[in-house]
Nanobody
């Protein structure tokens, strides 16, 4: 079983930066696939950044490409999302998600990951 705990959210002015963290505990393996999703009601949850660390693959949603960077620190078992040039449209609850292997990558990309965190709020004004 895997537990995910996000932190680092907060309020920031337009153009500012934040770094979100997601601490992973429980069963962690080298073939984990992870992602950051966000949801700003009434919109549906959307994936913003995905990482398949063992394959060196990172994918970004178009609106955050070039502004956000996803990374995973193996030594700390922590997923990060560095967010720069934040805009009001980035305001949302941000969730960390995780799964395993190629099938897990597929589930992750469809928003159907096995493991989810509780979320951290990001507000840009």
């Amino acid at each position: 079983h895997v537990q995910l705990v996000e932190s680092g959210g907060g309020s920031v002015q337009t153009g500012g930066s934040l770094r979100l963290s997601c601490t992973v505990s429980g069963h962690t393996y080298s073939n984990m696939t992870m992602a950051w999703f966000r949801q700003a009601p009434p919109a549906e949850r959307e994936g913003v950044a995905f990482i398949y660390n063992s394959r060196g693959t990172a994918i970004y949603e178009d609106s955050v490409e070039g502004r956000f960077t996803i990374s995973y620190d193996n030594a700390r078992d922590t997923l990060y999302l560095q967010m720069n040039s934040l805009q009001p449209d980035d305001t949302a609850m941000y969730y960390c998600a995780a799964d395993y292997g190629l099938m897990g990558w597929g589930r992750l990309r469809l928003g159907r990951a096995t493991y989810w965190g509780q979320g951290t709020q990001v507000t840009v004004s």
